[in-house]
């Protein structure tokens, strides 16, 4: 069965650059932690089955299903701080106290402020997501080799920009009042990566303390593991060799 994948991409951003003279504070109590909102959420869902692989459906159509769709809802999460984040408010893309860089095809290391970083994921994830010989939508078309292995990059990177919203962005998140967006987002996408060992529990280790509160506190029903689902590995991960990142 072929899942049908919206594959358009709007960059809505505002316009960057714009000067608002407000620094981050770096290493200050991390508000995104406090009770009040970390219960805030949009709603109920029981997203540990949710993110479940449906029994009639192929893993890699769910993959790619669900990654696609997190890349929009992560995308429009951070475009409505965006004009926050600004190459002087974010000089680095920085994840409370860890710097990551940015490293282009050849692996070179790329110095970068966040706008720039995020940038670059999106850019990158949307040439990927939009190929077709690498996400086809087109019936009896098969997945690359290496699809789980861009698949586990993707979501390493989506990571990154939704734990910089949290560590530099949550205030203007909070006066949004879109937290609870936020805080459903980041539990239903810690969830499916999870579900599927896409994302190495080393590199989520920054965000855990609130992890633990989002993902512990949502209900989590006690009826096992579903249907066999996770625990896939493939060898392909020459591709994913690319873009590493450096604490
Ligand atoms: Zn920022």
Request: aromatic content about 12%; hydrophobic content about 30%.
């Amino acid at each position: 069965m072929r899942l049908k994948r919206n594959g358009s991409y709007t960059l809505n951003r505002k316009s960057k650059g714009k000067p608002n003279g407000k620094k981050p504070a770096p290493e200050e109590k991390k508000l995104y932690l406090e009770p009040e909102y970390t219960k805030s959420r949009i709603t109920d869902f029981e997203f540990k089955e949710l993110v479940m692989l449906p029994r009639e459906i192929d893993l890699n159509e769910w993959l790619a299903s669900n990654t696609t769709t997190f890349f929009h809802h992560i995308n429009l999460q951070y475009s409505t701080i965006s004009e926050f984040c600004t190459g002087e408010s974010c000089q680095t893309m920085a994840v409370c106290n860890t710097q990551y860089y940015w490293y282009d095809e050849r692996g070179k290391k790329i110095k970068c402020t966040a706008p720039q970083y995020v940038d670059f994921v999106m850019s990158s994830v949307q040439k990927l997501v939009t190929d077709e010989d690498v996400f086809p939508t087109k019936y009896g078309k098969e997945f690359p080799n290496s699809f789980e292995s861009l698949v586990k990059k993707i979501c390493k990177y989506l990571f990154h920009v939704l734990a910089h919203i949290y560590s530099s962005h949550f205030k203007e998140t909070l006066a949004l009042e879109l937290h609870g967006h936020l805080n459903t987002l980041y539990t239903h996408f810690i969830l499916f990566i999870r579900e599927f060992n896409l994302v190495d529990p080393k590199e989520t280790t920054i965000m855990d303390d609130l992890t633990e509160v989002l993902c512990t506190s949502s209900g989590s029903s006690s009826n096992g593991s579903g249907n066999g689902s996770s625990g896939s590995s493939s060898g392909n991960s020459a591709a994913a060799q690319n873009h590493v990142k450096e604490r």
